[in-house]
């Protein structure tokens, strides 16, 4: 059986939407906003946003509290931001809560200015190492 991917992303500047569309290039899934609903049960959910005056956005905190936990097997965060921040702890916590497993492998991109979609040639190779790394797993 093949493996079902699915990507979802909140993105205020287009940064993590610039991310996402990078990751559904290489799993060859199309990546949609929060606003489009999971319908068939998937492998594994890329689930991604931005910090936001250090702080996930609330919708993506509601979507991560409103997941349905038969229907994702495994959640792979990632996200963009300014400085070190990350969605990570706030996310886990949640899924966590929800016993939605998170995988140990998860793509942040730092130093991406508001808007700018400044994300490097280097940046690109750890979107290829990633999703390598999570394939393979
Ligand atoms: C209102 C606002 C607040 C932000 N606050 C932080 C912050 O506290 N820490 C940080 O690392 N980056 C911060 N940033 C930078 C964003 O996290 C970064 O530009 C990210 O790539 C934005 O993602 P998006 O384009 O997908 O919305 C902030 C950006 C905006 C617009």
Redesign the pocket.
Known sequence: MAIMDAIR???????????ANMLADQLNVKAETIDTPITDTVDRLFLG???????ADKHLKEYAKDLDPTKVKEVYLF???????TIEKQISKILDKKKIPIADQHLF??G??????NISSHQQKEVTDFVKGAVTQ
């Not at 991406?112 to 979609?117: E, R, T």
């Open positions: 992303y909140y993105s205020r500047t287009g940064n993590t939407e610039k991310l946003g931005g910090v936001y005056n250090m702080s996200g963009t931001s300014g400085s070190v921040f991109l730092h991406v200015m508001p808007k700018m979609g």
